[in-house]
């Protein structure tokens, strides 16, 4: 198994996920892509401008911090860093794109699930991830998954770097530091 993809790699896994969310979906129907923060944010940017040259013409972006919302928010500190959510447009009866980097045990996205039915109910939610690397622990799939790893060993992370965050792109698959 490949442990390593550049920069030339992400841009095609990227393209390869944009055109499988246009062939899916309506250029014309309202759509509001949210992205889960961090590298979510950042993949929800990149997604949303190329669905743009791809002819969709009612895209709505925001982004979601779900800090709260985890199930194991004791385990992160006693002071947790909560970004702000933005998503200003309407979600109500329209068509939302939750994207993320990586889907690993599902709890980040049950957790997305959770934190956007605060803001209200889309008619329906699909989700967008760069990396599927398996080991669910609940019953979340995505929808559109770029590249799909398999059922890695829990010591492997897959580490995503994107040029807007990290300077350069980049997949790698790595030993778990303990």
């Not at 309407?90 to 990586?102: E, F, G, R, S």
């Not at 590249?147 to 829990?154: R, V, Y």
Request: proline content about 4%.
């Amino acid at each position: 198994m490949r442990e390593h993809y550049d920069s030339t790699d992400v841009s095609r896994l990227i393209d390869e996920l944009t055109d499988k969310i246009a062939a899916a979906l309506t250029p014309r129907s309202p759509v509001v892509v949210v992205g889960i923060r961090t590298r979510g944010e950042t993949l929800a940017a990149r997604l949303t401008d190329a669905l743009g040259q791809r002819g969709f013409i009612s895209i709505d972006r925001g982004v979601l911090d779900i800090t709260l919302y985890r199930d194991d928010l004791s385990e992160i500190g006693p002071k947790p860093m909560v970004r702000p959510t933005k998503i200003d447009a309407d979600i109500n009866a329209k068509l939302l794109l939750l994207v993320d980097d990586v889907l690993f045990t599902g709890r980040t996205v049950r957790a997305g699930l959770d934190a956007l039915a605060d803001f209200g109910r889309p008619s329906a939610i699909r989700l967008a991830v760069l990396v599927d690397r398996g080991g669910r622990e609940l019953p979340i799939q995505p929808d559109f998954a770029a590249l799909k790893l398999g059922e890695l060993a829990i010591d492997r992370v897959v580490k995503v770097r994107l040029r807007e965050r990290d300077g350069r792109d980049a997949i790698d698959i790595e030993e778990r530091k303990s």
